[in-house]
């Protein structure tokens, strides 16, 4: 199964807003409401940063949110800041006990 | 806090195997289902494999199927990665990571991997 679809960068300035997509199918992102994001900065460990499409896991900020429109996916983060600047993967359950990940978008605060 | 720490990585030739473990502290252990997610160096993010909260169900990616075998031993809290008939696509970093619900079932198991560990790094070179 191929990856979902992320754009390779991403960038904004601190404190805009910046939003990166994930595009799937019907089989995965559209299709169940099992959709994550995960932050990474280098040489770390990744982070859930948002579960089951919109929730927010505790201690994550408010200005992540994450949101889905048919077989997109998006993670959007307000009031941008420098700790922000990471890599950022979504991954969907695409059924039959299946995950797959995104490319990974490379978020650059300017 | 929960943890989860990653072991048994190195160098391994071609062909060869390798056994990962993930030992596991400060979360109900039998509870949760665990993954095993690799990334190869400058690349993204491959889900590997997942066994469930009571073992008794294993799910894997294709490109290891036949190859890797996940299991799980609670009276240590500890999840293994059997690695056999390793190539060079295999190099990686491999974090093991635990599922965001308890007792989890069908698709929820993969939603949302909540706690990682920092990975080891597994390299197969001749």
């Known amino acids: 199964q191929s990856a979902l679809t992320q754009p390779a960068s991403a960038s904004g300035s601190p404190g805009q807003s910046v939003t990166i997509s994930c595009t799937g199918s019907?089989?995965?992102?559209?299709?169940?409401?099992?959709v994550s994001w995960y932050q990474q900065h280098p040489g770390k460990a990744p982070k859930l940063m948002i579960y089951?499409?919109?929730k927010r896991p505790s201690g994550v900020p408010d200005r992540f949110s994450g949101s889905r429109s048919g077989n997109t996916a998006s993670l959007t983060i307000s009031g941008l800041q420098a700790e922000d600047e990471a890599d950022y993967y979504c991954n969907a359950y695409a059924g039959s006990s299946n995950v797959i990940f995104g490319g990974g978008t490379k978020l650059t605060v300017l | 806090q929960m943890h989860l720490v990653e072991s048994g990585g190195g160098v391994v030739q071609p062909g060869r195997s390798l056994r990962l473990s993930c030992a596991a502290s400060?979360?109900?252990?039998?509870?949760?289902?665990i993954h095993w997610v690799r990334q190869a160096p400058g690349k993204g993010l491959e889900w590997v494999t997942f066994i469930s909260y009571d073992g008794s169900h294993e799910y894997y990616a294709d490109s290891v199927k036949g190859r890797f075998t996940v299991s799980r031993d609670d009276s240590k809290s500890t999840v293994f990665l059997q690695m056999n008939g390793l190539g060079a696509e295999d190099t990686a970093i491999y974090f093991c990571?635990?599922?965001?619900?308890?007792?989890?079932?069908?698709?929820?198991?993969?939603?949302?991997?909540?706690?990682w560990g920092h990975g080891t790094l597994v390299t197969v070179a001749s």
């Open positions: 400060g979360f109900t252990f039998r509870g949760y289902g």
């Open positions: 990571a635990k599922g965001f619900w308890e007792f989890c079932t069908g698709g929820s198991c993969y939603d949302g991997f909540d706690v």
């Open positions: 019907s089989s995965d992102v559209g299709g169940y409401n099992f």
């Open positions: 089951e499409v919109s």
